[in-house]
Protein backbone atom coordinates (compact mmCIF):
# COMPACT_ATOMS: atom_id res chain seq x y z
CA UNK A 1 0.00 0.00 0.00
CA UNK A 2 1.50 3.13 -0.83
CA UNK A 3 1.63 5.63 1.86
CA UNK A 4 0.90 8.97 1.53
CA UNK A 5 3.60 12.02 2.62
CA UNK A 6 1.87 15.10 5.12
CA UNK A 7 2.20 17.08 1.73
CA UNK A 8 0.62 15.01 -0.41
CA UNK A 9 -1.96 14.17 1.87
CA UNK A 10 -2.84 17.84 2.22
CA UNK A 11 -2.73 18.78 -1.57
CA UNK A 12 -5.42 15.38 -1.71
CA UNK A 13 -7.51 16.84 0.64
CA UNK A 14 -7.63 20.34 -0.80
CA UNK A 15 -7.43 20.46 -4.20
CA UNK A 16 -6.59 23.96 -5.65
CA UNK A 17 -9.55 25.51 -7.75
CA UNK A 18 -8.15 27.15 -10.65
CA UNK A 19 -9.73 28.34 -13.67
CA UNK A 20 -9.55 26.93 -16.89
CA UNK A 21 -6.76 28.23 -19.17
CA UNK A 22 -9.52 28.81 -22.01
CA UNK A 23 -11.78 30.97 -19.39
CA UNK A 24 -11.49 34.59 -19.08
CA UNK A 25 -12.47 36.87 -16.05
CA UNK A 26 -15.86 39.12 -15.99
CA UNK A 27 -15.52 41.92 -15.93
CA UNK A 28 -15.55 44.31 -13.07
CA UNK A 29 -15.13 47.95 -11.48
CA UNK A 30 -14.94 50.65 -14.14
CA UNK A 31 -14.68 48.34 -17.16
CA UNK A 32 -18.24 47.34 -15.98
CA UNK A 33 -19.88 50.74 -16.01
CA UNK A 34 -17.96 51.21 -19.52
CA UNK A 35 -19.99 48.18 -21.32
CA UNK A 36 -22.84 49.25 -19.70
CA UNK A 37 -22.88 52.96 -20.75
CA UNK A 38 -22.22 51.73 -24.19
CA UNK A 39 -24.96 49.32 -24.21
CA UNK A 40 -27.48 51.81 -23.51
CA UNK A 41 -26.40 54.23 -26.15
CA UNK A 42 -26.46 51.46 -28.71
CA UNK A 43 -29.73 50.66 -27.60
CA UNK A 44 -31.14 54.61 -27.98
CA UNK A 45 -29.48 54.42 -31.11
CA UNK A 46 -31.24 51.79 -32.39
CA UNK A 47 -34.94 53.24 -30.97
CA UNK A 48 -34.03 56.35 -32.19
CA UNK A 49 -32.71 54.94 -35.66
CA UNK A 50 -36.18 52.59 -35.86
CA UNK A 51 -38.69 55.25 -34.81
CA UNK A 52 -36.82 57.46 -37.94
CA UNK A 53 -37.42 54.40 -40.02
CA UNK A 54 -41.02 54.39 -39.19
CA UNK A 55 -42.32 58.19 -39.71
CA UNK A 56 -41.03 57.93 -43.15
CA UNK A 57 -42.80 54.73 -43.83
CA UNK A 58 -45.65 56.50 -42.06
CA UNK A 59 -46.97 57.93 -45.23
CA UNK A 60 -47.01 54.83 -46.88
CA UNK A 61 -48.35 52.71 -44.54
CA UNK A 62 -50.87 55.50 -44.37
CA UNK A 63 -51.24 55.47 -48.32
CA UNK A 64 -52.08 51.76 -47.95
CA UNK A 65 -54.46 51.73 -45.70
CA UNK A 66 -55.97 54.28 -47.65
CA UNK A 67 -55.75 52.66 -51.09
CA UNK A 68 -56.84 49.06 -49.39
CA UNK A 69 -60.30 50.49 -48.06
CA UNK A 70 -63.65 49.09 -49.24
CA UNK A 71 -66.56 51.49 -50.71
CA UNK A 72 -70.04 50.92 -49.05
CA UNK A 73 -72.51 48.92 -51.06
CA UNK A 74 -74.06 51.13 -53.89
CA UNK A 75 -77.18 51.18 -52.87
CA UNK A 76 -76.10 53.33 -50.09
CA UNK A 77 -75.86 56.63 -52.34
CA UNK A 78 -75.07 59.69 -49.73
CA UNK A 79 -72.28 57.19 -47.79
CA UNK A 80 -71.04 56.73 -51.54
CA UNK A 81 -70.83 60.08 -52.61
CA UNK A 82 -69.03 60.71 -49.03
CA UNK A 83 -66.54 57.77 -49.64
CA UNK A 84 -65.77 58.84 -53.06
CA UNK A 85 -65.01 62.59 -51.57
CA UNK A 86 -63.40 61.76 -48.78
CA UNK A 87 -60.99 59.44 -51.04
CA UNK A 88 -60.56 61.97 -53.91
CA UNK A 89 -56.94 63.48 -54.00
CA UNK A 90 -57.93 65.33 -57.15
CA UNK A 91 -61.56 66.09 -59.23
CA UNK A 92 -62.04 67.08 -62.70
CA UNK A 93 -63.39 70.72 -62.51
CA UNK A 94 -65.42 71.91 -65.02
CA UNK A 95 -66.72 75.26 -65.31
CA UNK A 96 -67.93 78.21 -68.24
CA UNK A 97 -65.26 79.42 -70.30
CA UNK A 98 -64.30 83.06 -70.45
CA UNK A 99 -62.42 82.88 -73.65
CA UNK A 100 -63.54 84.69 -76.57
CA UNK A 101 -62.80 81.80 -78.76
CA UNK A 102 -65.06 79.33 -77.06
CA UNK A 103 -67.28 81.84 -74.45
CA UNK A 104 -70.00 79.91 -72.61
CA UNK A 105 -68.48 76.30 -73.78
CA UNK A 106 -67.34 74.54 -70.78
CA UNK A 107 -64.13 73.97 -69.58
CA UNK A 108 -62.66 71.55 -67.71
CA UNK A 109 -59.26 71.48 -65.41
CA UNK A 110 -57.14 69.06 -62.61
CA UNK A 111 -58.02 70.83 -59.61
CA UNK A 112 -55.86 69.05 -56.12
CA UNK A 113 -58.92 68.90 -53.39
CA UNK A 114 -59.05 67.95 -49.69
CA UNK A 115 -62.72 67.26 -47.40
CA UNK A 116 -59.63 66.77 -44.20
CA UNK A 117 -56.35 65.91 -43.55
CA UNK A 118 -54.92 62.78 -44.86
CA UNK A 119 -55.95 59.84 -42.26
CA UNK A 120 -58.40 61.99 -40.59
CA UNK A 121 -62.37 61.51 -40.61
CA UNK A 122 -64.45 62.87 -43.52
CA UNK A 123 -65.89 66.59 -43.45
CA UNK A 124 -67.83 66.50 -47.17
CA UNK A 125 -66.67 69.90 -47.85
CA UNK A 126 -64.35 70.12 -50.85
CA UNK A 127 -61.50 73.07 -50.11
CA UNK A 128 -59.11 73.76 -53.16
CA UNK A 129 -56.78 76.45 -53.75
CA UNK A 130 -57.32 78.53 -56.95
CA UNK A 131 -55.17 81.14 -58.70
CA UNK A 132 -56.52 83.92 -61.40
CA UNK A 133 -53.39 82.97 -63.25
CA UNK A 134 -55.07 80.43 -64.14
CA UNK A 135 -58.35 80.04 -66.17
CA UNK A 136 -60.12 78.29 -63.95
CA UNK A 137 -60.02 80.87 -61.66
CA UNK A 138 -60.86 83.55 -64.12
CA UNK A 139 -64.21 81.52 -65.55
CA UNK A 140 -65.33 81.33 -62.04
CA UNK A 141 -64.49 84.72 -61.39
CA UNK A 142 -67.75 85.67 -63.90
CA UNK A 143 -69.92 82.80 -62.99
CA UNK A 144 -68.61 80.68 -59.91
CA UNK A 145 -71.03 77.61 -60.70
CA UNK A 146 -69.29 74.70 -61.02
CA UNK A 147 -69.56 70.55 -61.65
CA UNK A 148 -66.88 68.34 -60.06
CA UNK A 149 -65.92 65.24 -61.63
CA UNK A 150 -64.74 62.35 -58.54
CA UNK A 151 -64.34 59.08 -60.21
CA UNK A 152 -63.55 55.81 -57.79
CA UNK A 153 -60.62 54.63 -60.42
CA UNK A 154 -58.62 58.33 -59.37
CA UNK A 155 -56.25 55.31 -57.75
CA UNK A 156 -56.89 52.88 -60.33
CA UNK A 157 -59.30 50.78 -57.97
CA UNK A 158 -61.46 49.65 -61.11
CA UNK A 159 -58.60 49.08 -63.35
CA UNK A 160 -57.02 46.66 -61.33
CA UNK A 161 -59.70 44.08 -60.87
CA UNK A 162 -60.81 44.68 -64.65
CA UNK A 163 -63.25 46.63 -64.56
CA UNK A 164 -63.36 50.02 -67.13
CA UNK A 165 -63.80 53.26 -65.42
CA UNK A 166 -66.59 53.76 -67.66
CA UNK A 167 -68.94 50.78 -66.39
CA UNK A 168 -71.60 52.15 -64.11
CA UNK A 169 -69.77 49.69 -61.29
CA UNK A 170 -66.54 52.31 -61.02
CA UNK A 171 -68.46 54.48 -58.80
CA UNK A 172 -68.87 58.26 -60.25
CA UNK A 173 -70.09 61.37 -58.59
CA UNK A 174 -70.52 64.89 -60.30
CA UNK A 175 -71.53 67.70 -57.62
CA UNK A 176 -72.55 70.74 -58.47
CA UNK A 177 -72.80 73.79 -56.70
CA UNK A 178 -70.97 77.56 -56.36
CA UNK A 179 -67.20 78.28 -55.42
CA UNK A 180 -66.63 80.51 -52.57
CA UNK A 181 -63.67 82.06 -51.38
CA UNK A 182 -62.75 81.34 -47.48
CA UNK A 183 -62.10 84.62 -45.25
CA UNK A 184 -58.33 83.68 -44.41
CA UNK A 185 -59.06 85.20 -40.99
CA UNK A 186 -61.92 82.34 -40.08
CA UNK A 187 -61.26 78.84 -38.52
CA UNK A 188 -62.74 77.45 -41.58
CA UNK A 189 -59.55 78.87 -43.62
CA UNK A 190 -57.41 77.60 -40.90
CA UNK A 191 -58.80 74.12 -41.57
CA UNK A 192 -59.07 74.01 -45.23
CA UNK A 193 -55.26 74.95 -45.41
CA UNK A 194 -53.81 72.45 -43.14
CA UNK A 195 -55.79 69.86 -45.18
CA UNK A 196 -54.81 70.75 -48.51
CA UNK A 197 -51.23 71.12 -46.71
CA UNK A 198 -51.27 67.70 -45.20
CA UNK A 199 -52.46 65.80 -48.55
CA UNK A 200 -50.80 68.36 -50.77
CA UNK A 201 -47.48 69.10 -49.49
CA UNK A 202 -46.66 71.18 -52.47
CA UNK A 203 -49.61 73.73 -52.01
CA UNK A 204 -47.40 75.40 -49.55
CA UNK A 205 -44.91 76.41 -51.92
CA UNK A 206 -47.82 77.48 -54.71
CA UNK A 207 -48.27 79.70 -51.59
CA UNK A 208 -45.14 81.08 -50.64
CA UNK A 209 -44.18 81.49 -54.65
CA UNK A 210 -44.58 85.45 -55.35
CA UNK A 211 -47.21 86.28 -57.86
CA UNK A 212 -49.02 83.26 -57.63
CA UNK A 213 -51.71 84.69 -55.34
CA UNK A 214 -53.59 81.38 -54.60
CA UNK A 215 -56.92 81.98 -52.77
CA UNK A 216 -58.31 79.22 -50.41
CA UNK A 217 -61.85 78.08 -51.61
CA UNK A 218 -64.37 75.46 -51.38
CA UNK A 219 -67.88 74.35 -52.99
CA UNK A 220 -71.39 74.71 -51.45
CA UNK A 221 -73.63 72.34 -52.67
CA UNK A 222 -76.51 72.30 -54.70
CA UNK A 223 -76.76 69.28 -56.61
CA UNK A 224 -75.29 65.64 -56.06
CA UNK A 225 -75.69 62.56 -58.69
CA UNK A 226 -74.14 59.30 -57.96
CA UNK A 227 -73.67 56.39 -60.37
CA UNK A 228 -72.19 53.55 -58.71
CA UNK A 229 -74.47 50.98 -61.03
CA UNK A 230 -76.75 50.23 -63.89
CA UNK A 231 -79.38 52.29 -64.00
CA UNK A 232 -78.31 55.81 -64.38
CA UNK A 233 -77.54 57.99 -61.85
CA UNK A 234 -79.22 58.92 -58.08
CA UNK A 235 -79.87 61.72 -56.68
CA UNK A 236 -79.14 62.61 -52.79
CA UNK A 237 -79.81 65.80 -51.05
CA UNK A 238 -77.33 67.68 -49.39
CA UNK A 239 -78.84 66.61 -45.91
CA UNK A 240 -78.56 63.27 -46.46
CA UNK A 241 -74.73 63.84 -47.42
CA UNK A 242 -73.87 65.73 -45.28
CA UNK A 243 -75.43 63.50 -42.36
CA UNK A 244 -73.82 60.32 -44.20
CA UNK A 245 -70.89 58.22 -42.31
CA UNK A 246 -68.49 56.88 -44.85
CA UNK A 247 -66.42 55.64 -42.11
CA UNK A 248 -69.55 53.48 -40.62
CA UNK A 249 -69.83 49.72 -40.85
CA UNK A 250 -71.49 48.71 -43.94
CA UNK A 251 -75.15 47.51 -44.41
CA UNK A 252 -76.48 44.52 -46.22
CA UNK A 253 -76.10 45.41 -49.97
CA UNK A 254 -79.18 44.20 -51.64
CA UNK A 255 -79.00 44.82 -54.91
CA UNK A 256 -82.65 43.70 -55.95
CA UNK A 257 -84.28 46.45 -54.24
CA UNK A 258 -82.96 49.90 -55.15
CA UNK A 259 -85.26 53.16 -54.94
CA UNK A 260 -85.04 56.10 -57.18
CA UNK A 261 -85.10 59.50 -55.33
CA UNK A 262 -86.06 62.42 -56.75
CA UNK A 263 -84.16 63.78 -59.80
CA UNK A 264 -83.15 66.81 -58.23
CA UNK A 265 -82.22 68.09 -54.82
CA UNK A 266 -84.40 70.45 -53.44
CA UNK A 267 -82.18 71.24 -50.45
CA UNK A 268 -79.36 74.02 -50.87
CA UNK A 269 -76.11 73.92 -48.08
CA UNK A 270 -76.71 77.04 -45.79
CA UNK A 271 -72.96 77.65 -44.53
CA UNK A 272 -72.53 79.08 -40.94
CA UNK A 273 -68.81 79.51 -41.70
CA UNK A 274 -67.43 83.13 -42.79
CA UNK A 275 -66.87 83.92 -46.49
CA UNK A 276 -66.19 86.80 -49.34
CA UNK A 277 -67.44 87.07 -52.47
CA UNK A 278 -66.03 85.12 -55.25
CA UNK A 279 -66.21 87.99 -57.41
CA UNK A 280 -63.38 90.84 -56.89
Not at 10 to 27: D, N, Y
Request: net charge negative.
Amino acid sequence: MTVLTREQYHKFEQPEMQRPSHTKSLPSGPKLWLIFILASLTFVAVVILAGGVFTNLTPFITAFDYVRDEPPPHTEYARMARYLVHKAEWVSMGSLSIVPAIQGFPMVNIISVADSARGEKSTGVLYFYLTMLDYTAQDLSKDNRLTVMISMDQDLACTKQGVDPMEPTCGRLMISGNAVKIDPSSDEFAFGQAAMYSRHPAAKKWIDTDGHNFFLCKLNIVQIAVLDFYGGPHYVTVKDYMAADPDKQAAVDDSTQRSVPARFSTIVSKTTTTEVPFYD
